[in-house]
């Protein structure tokens, strides 16, 4: 076996024993002793006996030994040894000779008290200097090894601080692809960070040549900063340079076991289009909700599981999961019982629209606390299906509402969409009609026109970030399949929000509403989704309309080129919270509104289709149908 074959068997070990490192420590520590007298007696002439030799040896091995278990210098993993490891190996060193001198002076009488100064003077700096030395040549030897090692290389670009409060010296070590160095914009410098060498680019034919000289095949990306800071930049370099792009996890994400550094996950659409972290009041939305009894209706969707697994980390007394499908409730039972096995929460399977069921829940449980996610959300579905719309979002809406009532829960809170701004579709519409009956109910509460104590509390928001059915899922899956990917029309844009800034938002909202409000959410910056759907081609490192081609398929029934802008200073007003905004509605007599709900909810069981949509528009006077089957009830009006 070659040398180099022997020191790649051993650096796949985890750690040497660190009993063998003591035994070594120990033999270096020793010979220092011996070399230092052997030159001490050279310098002064004389000739020491085995007698003093044989002292010095016992000494200096009983010091020692003495010395590295104060310090326990032994028990760290030598290749991941930092600077502070030299400062260990001085204070040993020291202590050491300070053991050393009065053992010496009583065993070897013989030796003047001026040449055992002078001795262990000597024994210090040559101690020091072979751990020193023994720790250095196994590193560099470890990172050589490495060096001629068939992992794939890549550069780290963001934070330096962060990767190294992460990894410490053991880059290489915790990390599937071997780490060349750190990657900086500007002019050529020789800095190194943690013994790597920092490189410098400044267009993109100067980070080619570097991916060429390094045959650097991944750009690790520290933090979601980075990632957005270099989205025209260097992720543009390594999209036409086909460099894997990778992102660091977080620390929480590591903790819960999501991600792994063996695998680092690659750089995706979201976030690149995700926005800086928000920040909520963590600590009492969790003095609000801990001990509480909280139900979340449509647990077994994106935002209700994602809500379910925030709620989790506040101390809740019980969390109540209610859904219909059966498959996907299953799936969030068996992912809590996993990550959160201390949560106390019963699943429970029902249908809002099953009054009967809808009360069950109440009377056995008596939730303190409601989010109300549960709904059918797909606009050319609900085109198409507008009985099915009220139905659901608006009948079962009614049923949890007035159950929450009845049993007395303090708070209600139900999660709206953008769409019920001046909605031209079904499901917008269905969905405003749900919002005019959980305010007008709330309002009637707080002027002590109906019994109760619940405070209802309405939030809205755009399209989220991979959501069940939603569009970056379905790119995904056809460029999967290799294209076509489908857009409806050159012009669409949409407004995104990731799940987890969703939910923290409903919470934070949650928590600081007093009842009778809507809230809506900053939703940033407009999307056009044709663009998306380019940059996803892009970031799988094909070219668009070459490698894979668009198609754009026409506007689909009741949908819009623009969604309605949630916040402005004309139709909102400003909270506590700068990404959260208070909506100005008008306000519905609560008993108008409760009459109307029967005679529409009968035309809906009936599957009267056209009679139903014409009654959301009496109601809704601002439902302004694209759909051309509904367009004839505006000219009626």
Same mark, same amino acid.
């Given at each position: 076996?070659?040398?180099?074959?022997?020191?790649?068997?051993?650096?796949?070990?985890?750690?040497?024993?660190?009993?063998?490192?003591?035994?070594?420590?120990?033999?270096?520590?020793?010979?220092?002793?011996?070399?230092?007298?052997?030159?001490?007696?050279?310098?002064?002439?004389?000739?020491?006996?085995?007698?003093?030799?044989?002292?010095?040896?016992?000494?200096?091995?009983?010091?020692?030994?003495?010395?590295?278990?104060?310090?326990?210098?032994?028990?760290?993993?030598?290749?991941?040894?930092?600077?502070?490891?030299?400062?260990?190996?001085?204070?040993?060193?020291?202590?050491?000779?300070?053991?050393?001198?009065?053992?010496?002076?009583?065993?070897?009488? @013989?030796?003047?008290?001026?040449?055992?100064?002078?001795?262990?003077?000597?024994?210090?700096?040559?101690?020091?200097?072979?751990?020193?030395?023994?720790?250095?040549?196994?590193?560099?030897?470890?990172?050589?090894?490495?060096?001629?090692?068939?992992?794939?290389?890549?550069?780290?670009?963001?934070?330096?601080?962060?990767?190294?409060?992460?990894?410490?010296?053991?880059?290489?070590?915790?990390?599937?692809?071997?780490?060349?160095?750190?990657?900086?914009?500007?002019?050529?410098?020789?800095?190194?960070?943690?013994?790597?060498?920092?490189?410098?680019?400044?267009?993109?034919?100067?980070?080619?040549?570097?991916?060429?000289?390094?045959?650097?095949?991944?750009?690790?990306?520290?933090?979601?900063?980075?990632? *957005?800071?270099?989205?025209?930049?260097?992720?543009?370099?390594?999209?036409?340079?086909?460099?894997?792009?990778?992102?660091?996890?977080?620390?929480?994400?590591?903790?819960?076991? !999501?991600?792994?550094?063996?695998?680092?996950?690659?750089?995706?659409?979201?976030?690149?289009?995700?926005?800086?972290?928000?920040?909520?009041?963590? @600590?009492?939305?969790?003095?609000?909700?801990?001990?509480?009894?909280?139900?979340?209706?449509?647990?077994?969707?994106?935002?209700?599981?994602?809500?379910?697994?925030?709620?989790?980390?506040?101390?809740?007394?019980?969390?109540?999961?209610?859904?219909?499908?059966?498959?996907?409730?299953?799936?969030?039972?068996?992912?809590?019982?996993?990550?959160?096995?201390?949560?106390?929460?019963?699943?429970?399977?029902?249908?809002?629209?099953?009054?009967?069921?809808?009360? !069950?829940?109440?009377?056995?449980?008596?939730?303190?606390?409601?989010?109300?996610?549960?709904?059918?959300?797909?606009?050319?579905?609900?085109?198409?299906?507008?009985?099915?719309?009220?139905?659901?979002?608006?009948?079962?809406?009614?049923?949890?509402?007035?159950?929450?009532?009845?049993?007395?829960?303090?708070?209600?809170?139900?999660?709206?969409?953008?769409?019920?701004?001046?909605?031209?579709?079904?499901?917008?519409? !269905?969905?405003?009609?749900?919002?005019?009956?959980?305010?007008?109910?709330?309002?009637?509460?707080?002027?002590?026109?109906?019994?109760?104590?619940?405070?209802?509390?309405?939030?809205?928001?755009?399209?989220?970030?991979?959501?069940?059915?939603?569009?970056?899922?379905?790119?995904? @899956?056809?460029?999967?399949?290799?294209?076509?990917?489908?857009?409806?029309?050159?012009?669409?844009?949409?407004?995104?929000?990731?799940?987890?800034?969703?939910?923290?938002?409903?919470?934070?909202?949650?928590?600081?509403? *007093?009842?009778?409000?809507?809230?809506?959410?900053?939703?940033?910056?407009?999307?056009?989704?044709?663009?998306?759907?380019?940059?996803?081609?892009?970031?799988?490192?094909?070219?668009?309309?070459?490698?894979?081609?668009?198609?754009?398929?026409?506007?689909?029934?009741?949908?819009?080129?623009?969604?309605?802008?949630?916040?402005? *200073?004309?139709?909102?007003?400003?909270?506590?919270?700068?990404?959260?905004?208070?909506?100005?509605?008008?306000?519905?007599?609560?008993? @108008?509104?409760?009459?109307?709900?029967?005679?529409?909810?009968?035309?809906?069981?009936?599957?009267?289709?056209?009679?139903?949509?014409?009654?959301?528009?009496?109601?809704?006077?601002?439902?302004?149908?694209?759909? !051309?089957?509904?367009?004839?009830?505006?000219?009626?009006?």
């Amino acid at each position: 076996m070659t040398f180099i074959s022997l020191f790649r068997y051993f650096s796949k070990l985890r750690y040497f024993n660190q009993w063998i490192i003591f035994l070594i420590d120990l033999f270096l520590s020793g010979c220092s002793t011996l070399i230092s007298l052997g030159l001490l007696s050279y310098v002064l002439a004389f000739n020491y006996s085995i007698h003093i030799f044989a002292i010095a040896l016992f000494s200096s091995t009983l010091c020692s030994a003495l010395s590295f278990v104060c310090f326990k210098s032994y028990k760290g993993v030598i290749r991941h040894s930092a600077f502070t490891e030299v400062g260990r190996i001085l204070l040993v060193t020291f202590l050491k000779i300070l053991l050393l001198i009065p053992v010496i002076a009583y065993l070897a009488t @013989e030796l003047t008290f001026r040449n055992i100064l002078l001795g262990t003077l000597i024994d210090l700096f040559l101690t020091f200097f072979l751990l020193t030395l023994f720790r250095v040549t196994l590193i560099t030897l470890y990172h050589l090894v490495l060096n001629i090692s068939n992992r794939d290389k890549l550069l780290i670009y963001g934070s330096e601080n962060r990767t190294t409060a992460l990894f410490g010296a053991s880059l290489n070590d915790k990390l599937m692809y071997q780490v060349e160095g750190y990657l900086r914009f500007g002019n050529k410098s020789s800095l190194r960070i943690g013994g790597y060498k920092v490189y410098s680019v400044r267009d993109q034919i100067e980070f080619n040549s570097l991916v060429n000289r390094k045959n650097i095949k991944a750009i690790l990306f520290t933090d979601f900063q980075a990632i *957005k800071a270099e989205s025209e930049r260097l992720i543009r370099y390594c999209e036409k340079k086909k460099v894997r792009m990778l992102m660091l996890p977080t620390i929480d994400e590591l903790r819960e076991g !999501s991600k792994t550094l063996h695998n680092l996950p690659a750089v995706r659409i979201e976030d690149l289009l995700g926005r800086d972290e928000i920040h909520i009041n963590m @600590e009492e939305i969790a003095n609000s909700l801990q001990g509480k009894v909280v139900l979340v209706t449509g647990a077994a969707g994106s935002i209700g599981s994602e809500l379910c697994r925030q709620l989790c980390h506040f101390g809740l007394k019980q969390l109540i999961l209610f859904d219909s499908a059966e498959t996907p409730m299953h799936n969030i039972r068996l992912e809590l019982e996993e990550k959160f096995p201390e949560v106390q929460f019963v699943p429970v399977m029902g249908d809002i629209r099953m009054i009967d069921r809808v009360e !069950s829940v109440f009377s056995r449980f008596h939730p303190q606390i409601v989010f109300h996610a549960a709904a059918y959300k797909h606009v050319p579905l609900m085109e198409e299906n507008p009985c099915e719309a009220i139905h659901t979002n608006v009948y079962g809406t009614h049923n949890v509402a007035d159950m929450a009532v009845k049993y007395e829960v303090d708070k209600f809170i139900m999660i709206s969409t953008d769409k019920a701004v001046n909605p031209t579709n079904v499901m917008g519409a !269905s969905k405003r009609l749900a919002e005019i009956y959980v305010q007008s109910l709330s309002t009637a509460i707080s002027k002590g026109l109906h019994p109760g104590k619940t405070r209802f509390i309405t939030t809205r928001f755009g399209n989220v970030l991979g959501s069940n059915g939603s569009v970056i899922p379905r790119f995904r @899956e056809q460029l999967a399949k290799g294209g076509p990917l489908t857009v409806t029309h050159p012009d669409i844009i949409r407004y995104f929000m990731t799940i987890p800034e969703a939910c923290r938002l409903v919470l934070e909202a949650a928590f600081m509403g *007093k009842g009778n409000e809507i809230f809506v959410f900053d939703m940033g910056t407009p999307v056009k989704i044709a663009d998306l759907a380019r940059r996803m081609i892009e970031l799988a490192g094909l070219v668009p309309d070459k490698d894979i081609e668009i198609q754009y398929t026409g506007l689909r029934p009741g949908e819009k080129l623009y969604e309605e802008l949630l916040a402005t *200073k004309e139709n909102t007003l400003p909270t506590s919270n700068e990404k959260i905004y208070r909506a100005q509605v008008r306000e519905y007599d609560f008993n @108008e509104i409760n009459n109307l709900m029967e005679p529409l909810v009968h035309l809906a069981i009936c599957v009267n289709k056209i009679g139903t949509v014409k009654m959301m528009k009496e109601i809704v006077p601002e439902f302004k149908s694209k759909n !051309s089957e509904y367009e004839v009830l505006d000219k009626q009006q």
